[in-house]
């Protein structure tokens, strides 16, 4: 079996050097970016059970926060629930269903907030 080869252009004449992670010129590097494409403005609140054996999560998205602020924002959320969560790819998940909870929470931060789902 070939070893496919996991390397690519690391230097070019015409753009110079070459980001390996998104091949793209240094000075326009995206691996490091933070940033999630925007929104229509609207944070959604809804509850899930996909995937968790019939545990219930609520999820949060749409929150306009960078990745470090949503999760420090996260922490805020959690400890006001008193119940765990986590912040993957942007949505944040709280244990349990906490709508009742969040959505005040949210429209205290000046967020037009909807619920979602159910």
Known sequence: MKKRSEGGLVFSTGLGRMCPGCRN?????????SRRPA?????????????RKGKGVTLITGIPLDDKEL???AK????RCGTGGTVKDGVVEIQGD?????????????????RAGG
Request: hydrophobic share 35%.
């Open 25 to 33: 010129p240094v000075a326009d590097c995206t691996c490091g970016d």
């Open 98 to 114: 906490q709508r009742d909870i969040l959505v005040p929470l949210l429209e205290q931060k000046g967020w037009a907030v909807k």
């Open 39 to 51: 929104g229509d403005g609207i944070v959604r609140v809804s509850r899930e059970t996909k995937g």
């Open 71 to 73: 999760k420090a924002y």
């Open 76 to 79: 805020i959320l959690k400890a």
